[in-house]
């Protein structure tokens, strides 16, 4: 029903900076939240930032600071900007989507993106 395409993932030097992109499109709804999760080599998926399409926003401790997520409604496109990035940082970002309830993010998990490569070198 939706399909997710990343894209922005390079390889960076600890320090630099990065924008991913994230465009949804085929959905017969209204996107309500986007959001980005991670998997680096080795670990879990884990969440790193979501936004509404209201601009409410939501980060992971790790992103805080760092990261800042955005969303172009009328493209349905959401934005990851990441800064001082770190080789932590490393790892395949997947864009999802999803909805806020009560200030949380809950993706839909049954419909993830191809994923982009973030690799942070020291």
């Known amino acids: 029903q939706v399909q997710l395409v990343e894209s922005g993932g390079e390889l960076v030097q600890a320090g630099g900076s990065l924008r991913l992109s994230c465009l949804a499109s085929?959905?017969?709804?209204?996107?309500?939240?986007m959001g980005w999760y991670r998997q680096a080599p080795g670990k879990q998926r884990e969440f790193v930032a979501a936004?509404?399409?209201?601009?409410?926003?939501n980060y992971a401790d790790s992103a805080k600071g760092r990261f800042t997520i955005s969303i172009d409604n009328a493209k349905n496109t959401i934005f990851l900007q990441m800064s001082s990035l770190k080789p932590e940082d490393t790892a395949v970002y997947y864009c999802?989507?999803?909805?806020?309830?009560?200030?949380?993010?809950?993706?839909?998990?049954?419909?993830w993106g191809q994923g982009t490569q973030v690799t942070v070198s020291s």
């Open positions: 085929g959905s017969s709804f209204s996107i309500n939240a």
């Open positions: 999802n989507t999803g909805e806020f309830v009560s200030g949380s993010y809950y993706a839909d998990f049954g419909s």
């Open positions: 936004v509404s399409s209201g601009g409410n926003t």
